[in-house]
């Protein structure tokens, strides 16, 4: 497939977003999720012209950890109190990805 040329704007500093997903139970370990966050990815860089896609997960969350280094993240550290999640405020590991990769 041959690859688009991603057109220059001048969007300012901020060509970021933070990419968020979930799966249903029974439809763990299929891929579906890892090819989900790949094609949103592929979007960020080559429609929306965005420069980094991140996601927070909780350091206990293997699978979701195995789905972002599949689809190329690198684990940028850990995010203290990142997230309020059911009154707690829990720690992330903070993964990325950047247009030049």
Not at 23 to 50: C, P, Y
Not at 61 to 83: H, P, Q
Request: glycine share 8%; with cysteine.
């Amino acid at each position: 497939m041959k690859k688009k040329k991603r057109k220059k704007r001048s969007n300012g500093a901020w060509q970021n977003c933070t990419i968020g997903y979930f799966i249903d139970q029974s439809q763990n370990g299929q891929g579906f999720m890892t090819e989900a966050v790949k094609l949103a990815v592929r979007f960020a860089f080559d429609e929306a012209g965005l420069h980094r896609v991140q996601a927070g997960v909780m350091p206990h969350n293997v699978r979701s950890i195995r789905v972002l280094e599949k689809a190329g993240f690198r684990n940028e550290g850990l995010s203290k109190r990142y997230l309020n999640i059911n009154g707690v405020w829990e720690d992330h590991l903070i993964f990325a990805r950047t247009s030049e990769e």
